[in-house]
Every structure is written in C-alpha cells, then in structure tokens.
C-alpha cells in the first residue's frame, strides 16, 4: 500500500499547477513526462511494479530506480514560480499560491474517481492540486523528502491546505514485511515530525489534515498475498493502533483528523467495497473519502476568489482590462 502526504487509492501522475484548465491542455497531454501506463488496483493482475509496492522485499521483487523528483515544465506552457513541479506515488497532496495551490498525496488518487481528481474539480480557478504520493512510502521515507516538496522561505511553495495520509504501510506486520513497517512509536513521533516541519515552513497547523489508514479487509488482502506467495502482512487491529495513534498526533498537535479507520466501519457495516484488494480504496472508497475530507478542506479554501471573471464579464472593447486588471501591461 502506498504511503501518502496525502491521498490513498487509484490516481495517476497528474498535470497541476500549469495554469491551464485540463480541457486547454493539449490532447494525450498527461503532464511533463511521457503518459506512464500505471497499474489500477482493481486489476490484481497487472502488478509488477504495484507488487514491489506493496510487500516490498518479502517476494523478491525486482527493484525499479527511483524516478526522478522534479522535471522542467513542457515549452510554451506557462507556470507560475515552482508550479510545475511533479509528484510519483502515494503519499501527500497540496493546495498552493499563486496559482493558489493545495497539496496532497496519493499516486493513484488522481485516476478517473479518484478523491484527488475530484478536489481538483471542485477547486477549478480557485485552487490547484498538487498529487506528492509515492507508492509504498511509510513515514521514515516521507519525513526525509517533505524538505525536498515544500521548502523553507519560499512563499510560493507554501500551500493553502496538506493532508498527511500514512499508516498503511506503517502498520505492516514486521516479521512478515520489515522494510516497510515502522514502529508505533516512531509512526507517532514521525507524524508530528512532519507537521512541526510544516509549521517552520510557512504552512500553520490549521491548514494541514491527518488521514488515518483504511480499515483492511484481512480476507481479501490475504488471497493477494498468497497469490505472489507471501503470508497475509497486514492485520485490521493492528492497523487500528496506527490509526488511534494518527489521532492522538492530531489532538496533541491541534490539527484537524480524518478518521477513516473508524468512519468505514461505523455501525459494523460491512466496508469491503471500500477497497478493491482488502487494503487499496475502490471507486466507492474514493468516494467516501472524497466525502468526508471535503468539509475539512472547504473551511481551508472557501475565502479563495474564483481565479480571473466569468467570461461574459470581461470587457469586450479592451479585454486586457478586466484580464490584467491594468491596460498597460
């Protein structure tokens, strides 16, 4: 499962911060990179890279190099300051100025019904979203690159709302995947790692938002891991530590908390649909998170002005005008 400064579930590498509304941009253009052929979990059998992701070194996956963190922007698009910066993987999101933005994480959340694409469609001319997910990422890894995604003392890289959403890779069993488990406590300190991180870095705790991990269904999760031959690596109470202790962090360090661990199995209810393999979020679970995340986020974005008028308000005669707000420029 993938690790995420913000978003869980099916999204691809997104083009964000370009200035230019997704219809604009030119056809097949899927950011500033060649279109990737990503993996959709729903699909268990397209899973080589996805499959190193997710149990690590526990099935002797054969090892990808990293890709690279940041790319020049394509000729002739504009960008305003460090806009065109581009995320790979599950782990963190972001809202940002100017283009204001927004950052969070999921490296699949911006696929079609992902909870990151549909941010970036109700923020449209108020607010970009930045996908920084890194697939399989815990907390150790995502605590070393934040400074890399949001650097100290510079105004444009501060954005208007972060979610942090980590622990389901956190909380994989130690015994049976060691690379990407994490202790409790160092989970807990991590988390609050991060966030004081951001608080030096121009961002307050009140524009950040903690995602607890999905509960996991334990049966469906357990056939992925026998199909490559592995032993079931994550248990749902365990899962359930990680997800009380994200909520400890966000009461002691007074930011706001999504608790999805608890959300998906209120009342009992059978939350399977939720996910597509046991651990990764379905459509249905896209958007239940998209559902519940939004009313933290609005508070966060709601005084943002729609971004330049409506266009039967520019002036027809000296459009620059009402575009530029100053004809001489």
């Known amino acids: 499962m993938a690790g995420r400064l913000g978003a869980h579930g099916p999204s691809s590498p997104a083009v964000l911060r370009t200035g230019l509304p997704s219809s604009r941009l030119p056809r097949g253009y899927q950011g500033h990179l060649p279109a990737p052929r990503l993996p959709r979990h729903g699909l268990p059998r397209r899973r080589s890279a996805r499959w190193r992701d997710l149990f690590g070194d526990a099935c002797s996956l054969q090892q990808q190099p990293p890709p690279a963190a940041v790319r020049s922007p394509p000729a002739g698009l504009p960008v305003s300051g460090r806009s065109w910066l581009q995320g790979n993987g599950e ?7 100017p283009f204001r933005g927004a950052w969070f994480t999921g490296e699949f959340s911006f696929q079609q019904g992902g909870w990151g694409a549909s941010l970036a469609d109700r923020l449209v001319r108020k607010c970009d979203v930045l996908n920084r997910g890194f697939s399989g990422y815990n907390t150790r890894w995502a605590k070393i690159i934040l400074p890399r995604l949001i650097r100290k003392g510079n105004s444009l890289d501060s954005p208007v709302a972060v979610t942090i959403f980590f622990g389901a890779n956190d909380s994989a069993l130690k015994d049976e ?35 607890t991990p999905p509960p996991l269904c334990e049966a469906a999760w357990e056939q992925e891991c026998l199909l490559q031959g592995c032993k079931l690596n994550r248990l ?5 530590e990680y997800a009380g202790a994200c909520l400890q962090v966000a009461q002691d360090c007074g930011v706001d908390v999504l608790d999805l661990w608890t959300l998906m199995q209120k009342d009992s209810q059978d939350f399977s649909s939720y996910l597509s393999d046991g651990l990764h979020l379905s459509p249905k679970g896209n958007e239940f998170l998209f559902s519940h995340l939004w009313p933290l986020i609005e508070k966060k974005v709601s005084s943002l002005p729609l971004l330049l008028p409506y266009w039967r308000d520019v002036a027809e005669a000296k459009p620059e005008l009402s575009l530029l707000g100053n004809g001489d420029r």
């Open 91 to 97: 782990g963190g999101a972001a809202l940002a100025q």
């Open 177 to 211: 995947n060691p690379k990407q488990h994490i202790p409790l406590a160092e989970y807990v300190a991590n988390l609050e790692s991060m966030v004081g991180y951001l608080q030096e870095a121009g961002v307050p705790r009140s524009r950040v938002v903690l995602i």
């Open 236 to 240: 749902n109470s365990v899962v359930g």
